[in-house]
């Protein structure tokens, strides 16, 4: 089975990837949102040449025409996402594929698909985006875990004092924005995340 690292942070461009790359990602997100289309190619391959540099493996969200003509390697689907992507392209280019699941329905969805890893939130409640599911809690993490014969990533409302009952429910990475990206001093606190999660870093 694909191995992820457990921490698995999300940033919005190549600025903030600059930024955090030094702290020792071993596994990032680039989730671009409204930028024209150049930008976003440009984006995708800055980040593919960043992340190749500091041997940190970059999964890119929405975007997977662009990820195949860029030569990426992972890409995040939500389930609307899915709906309107070509998964046999994807996997004829040779790309990993993550996708989100917030329900029953959702995982059976994801799990046709066969997935590199599911994603299941918010976790806890998330203050990024409006979203019509109450937070999972960890019981459904565990219920997750029990039936995904992938890995499975926590996503919301994460910090570094939740982290560890989200690994002990059985999540095998968590994904972060807004604990690292409001955090007055981001670099210091994504340095923190990697020191927490290094337990798991290890199993
Ligand atoms: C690891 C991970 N999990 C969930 C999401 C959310 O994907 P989606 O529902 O498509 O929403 P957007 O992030 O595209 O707004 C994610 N990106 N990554
Ligand atoms: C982008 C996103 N997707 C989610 C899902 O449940 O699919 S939760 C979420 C927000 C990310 O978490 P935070 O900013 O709280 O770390
Ligand atoms: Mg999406």
Redesign the pocket.
């Known amino acids: 089975m694909l191995q992820l690292d457990p921490f698995?942070p999300?940033v919005p461009d190549t600025a903030w990837l600059k930024r955090l790359l030094p702290a020792g990602l071993k596994l990032v997100?680039l989730?671009i949102k409204d930028a024209p289309a150049d930008t976003v190619r440009t984006e995708i391959g800055e980040a593919l040449r960043l992340c190749a540099d500091a041997g940190c493996q970059l999964v890119v969200?929405?975007y997977w025409q662009e990820a195949i003509e860029a030569g990426a390697d992972f890409v995040?689907?939500?389930?609307?996402?899915l709906a309107d992507a070509d998964v046999n392209a994807i996997r004829d280019a040779g790309i990993k594929l993550?996708i989100?699941t917030h329900s029953d329905e959702e995982l059976a969805t994801a799990l046709a698909a066969e997935p590199d890893y599911v994603?299941l939130?918010p976790v806890y409640p998330t203050l990024l985006?409006k979203m019509p599911w109450a937070p999972q809690g960890l019981d459904r993490v565990a219920a997750w875990k029990a039936q995904v014969p992938c890995p499975l990533?926590a996503?919301g409302g994460l910090t570094p004092d939740r982290a560890p009952a989200v690994f002990e429910a059985g999540a095998d990475s968590l994904?972060v924005i807004t604990d690292i990206v409001t955090h007055e001093a981001p670099e210091k606190r994504t340095e923190t995340w990697v020191a927490v999660t290094e337990p798991w870093r290890r199993r």
Do not use: F
Not at 76 to 81: A, K, S, Y
């Open positions: 698995y999300i997100q989730r969200n929405d995040h689907l939500g389930q609307e996402d993550g989100s994603a939130g985006k990533v996503i994904a």
